[in-house]
């Protein structure tokens, strides 16, 4: 095996006269970072303040593209047929190295950062219950700072910036798969926000996803003058949530299913001639998302047949099972704990725990030591559970993720407990330590050919032996980017007052004359 990846690794292209990142650049790229100190909490804490939900990261993406584009990045918008996609590339030569993390905030979510109460800043406004307003800072800087670095070398070696658009609606990595955006890439590190430092390799043991939209067509009618002229959409939605609550009981224990309808009809007195619901599917493994899906989508055509209305569906998101690669998880990890867990002062504890007491959350500090790298064997079994669209690009091009700590332990995903500290220093040490990783990580597949050899011979001899990427997506199908146009044009006016102004003001807390920690 080693006499392979050796063989692979000669077959490149040189890209540097190096074996590995001198002391005196990992040293440059570590202090490039620290520089851009500033700037790291300035990024976090103004995309924080624009919390724009899937497909309409507008404000978002045209302030990460401005700071970009003044670091002499070149900016492609509009990919892939999404407005608020992009992509932003450096360099010429060597190997292309995609550096992504996700953007979107979610839906009602509003929440006054640095207070450990709830208190929406807009009542029923998005905000960042993910924390996504993290990672791009992250690797802005990390990119600027690795920058430096092979500009100072002359290390030959290329950037590729992309955003997560609406990965909360796991609507967008499938399609950017699809269009080419990762054709020529040779290596990929993705970050989310967490409670800990880590990586990892092989499966993750979270599932896939099939997000699909189905809507039933019926007849109106007046509802109490003549329900028999009319065919009822909403029945044919009720009995497809019906029969799939019923078919539950038989399916894996892995699986994941949940709905909303999105659209009931107008008023009680007619018949409602159409009517939605909106479905995502989980599982594990590409057949079993697939049959999953296609297990839906029978028994919605069952319900209307039942009801005597008929049924479309539109397929608005898609997401592959995650698997990281475990040469670039390694020298990732090596990394990491070369970085080490932020200094955190007594008042980011003081905050943590105000924010667990006061929501009743398990009493936990915030980690001081880096977590263990997470492998199969050290994971066990999987029963299921969350998914990540990073998953169809780790099916295309050796990826991993890296887990940087910018939140507090114990506060629930998807939930304004989660968006509390992500405008506070906890949030801007952990993204700067982040940074630090994936600037040194960048640097070692810039100068050592065979880690980029290992990473391929990794993708396509192991991770590819028994799973090939297999989306449902299909040609035909478009990104849903309509969605949240609604509630974004009623609320970003509401929004647009609170956004953060860093000429005006140090951080965002002080901007909303907010104290950290809070008194007690």
Do not use: C
Not at 11 to 26: D, G, N, Y
Not at 79 to 91: F, H, I, K
């Amino acid at each position: 095996m080693r006499a392979l990846l050796l063989g692979a690794a000669m077959a490149l292209p040189a890209v540097a006269a190096h074996a590995e990142p001198t002391e005196a650049m990992r040293t440059a790229a570590i202090s490039g970072v620290d520089a851009r100190a500033k700037l790291t909490q300035e990024m976090v804490d103004s995309v924080f303040s624009f919390a724009e939900p899937g497909f309409q990261e507008f404000k978002t993406s045209e302030y990460i593209t401005g700071i970009l584009e003044k670091n002499g990045f070149k900016i492609e918008r509009g990919v892939a047929g999404m407005p608020t996609a992009w992509t932003a590339t450096w360099g010429t030569g060597g190997p292309l190295i995609a550096l992504g993390s996700d953007i979107d905030a979610l839906l009602g979510l509003s929440q006054v950062p640095g207070d450990p109460n709830i208190k929406p800043q807009v009542a029923g406004a998005p905000g960042h219950g993910e924390g996504h307003n993290s990672g791009m800072p992250l690797i802005v800087t990390a990119a600027l700072a690795a920058k430096d670095v092979m500009v100072k070398n002359k290390l030959p070696g290329r950037l590729m910036i992309w955003p997560g658009v609406a990965e909360e609606l796991l609507a967008t990595k499938a399609f950017y798969v699809r269009d080419g955006l990762f054709k020529d890439v040779d290596a990929s590190i993705f970050t989310h926000v967490s409670r800990d430092f880590s990586t990892g390799w092989g499966p993750a043991g979270n599932n896939g996803m099939v997000s699909v939209e189905y809507t039933f067509h019926g007849k109106t009618s007046h509802a109490a003058g003549a329900p028999w002229a009319g065919r009822s959409a909403l029945d044919g939605v009720e009995l497809m949530n019906a029969a799939w609550n019923m078919r539950r009981e038989h399916l894996p224990v892995t699986q994941r299913s949940h709905y909303v309808i999105t659209d009931g009809g107008g008023q009680p007195n007619i018949v409602p001639g159409t009517a939605t619901v909106w479905y995502y599917f989980r599982e594990q493994t590409f057949d079993s998302i697939r049959n999953l899906y296609e297990l839906g989508t029978k028994i919605s055509e069952a319900a209307a047949m039942a009801t005597d209305t008929t049924v479309e569906r539109r397929l608005l998101g898609y997401a592959a099972p995650n698997y990281g690669n475990k040469p670039l998880a390694e020298a990732a990890y090596a990394n990491i704990k070369r970085v080490g867990m932020p200094q955190w002062s007594e008042a980011d504890q003081a905050f943590a725990k105000a924010l667990q007491e006061t929501n009743k959350f398990k009493i936990e500090p915030l980690a001081t030591e880096v977590a263990a790298l997470s492998t199969p064997d050290g994971r066990g079994p999987s029963m299921g559970g969350g998914s990540d669209d990073i998953g169809d690009i780790m099916w295309t091009v050796p990826t991993i993720t890296i887990r940087f700590p910018s939140n507090v332990p114990n506060a629930i995903g998807h939930n304004v407990t989660s968006a509390m500290a992500m405008a506070t220093p906890i949030a801007h040490k952990g993204a700067q330590a982040g940074a630090k990783a994936v600037a040194l990580t960048i640097l070692d597949l810039v100068t050592t050919p065979t880690l980029v050899a290992e990473a391929k011979t990794y993708f396509q001899t192991v991770q590819l032996k028994d799973q090939k990427y297999d989306p449902v997506l299909t040609k035909d199908d478009k990104p849903a980017i309509h969605l949240n146009t609604e509630i974004m044009a009623r609320m970003r006016p509401k929004m647009e007052p609170f956004y953060y102004d860093p000429k005006k003001h140090k951080t965002y807390l002080d901007q909303l004359g907010i104290a950290y920690p809070p008194a007690k």
